[in-house]
């Protein structure tokens, strides 16, 4: 059985607005939250998010976007030296979709906002 969550603080406990769109969560110039660090292990093999809360593991992949998340580049900055590095005009959906998944937990932020 499923339920529709509520809302607490509308009347009569109406639905719970809808999550807004992965696409409207696409950071324009995303950098790290505060507290965020991207680390490389002593091997160099590892690397790993760390935050107060924890550490999220990540892939090569994922490191190689992320360590382009300075504040300073916009998202499509970050997509075209990815596409020029690894030859492959096709990173761009899993770039977006990397940085909305990371945006939607607060780990990444938009410095424009």
Request: glycine content about 10%.
């Given at each position: 059985?499923?339920?529709?969550?509520?809302?607490?603080?509308?009347?009569?406990?109406?639905?719970?607005?809808p999550a807004p769109s992965p696409a409207s969560a696409l950071p324009g110039r995303p950098r790290l939250a505060r507290g965020v660090?991207?680390?490389?292990?002593?091997g160099g093999s590892d690397h790993a998010l760390l935050?107060?809360?924890?550490?999220c593991r990540l892939n090569d992949s994922a490191a190689a976007?992320?360590?382009l998340c300075d504040g300073h580049r916009r998202t499509e900055e970050i997509i075209s030296v990815l596409e020029n590095?690894?030859?492959?005009?096709?990173?761009?959906?899993?770039?977006?979709?990397?940085?909305c998944e990371i945006a939607a937990t607060g780990l990444v932020v938009d410095a424009d906002a």
């Open positions: 059985m499923t339920s529709t969550p509520r809302d607490p603080a509308t009347p009569g406990g109406a639905p719970a607005a660090r991207l680390r490389l292990d002593a935050f107060p809360e924890g550490v976007v992320l360590e590095r690894y030859g492959d005009p096709g990173v761009a959906a899993d770039v977006r979709e990397l940085l």
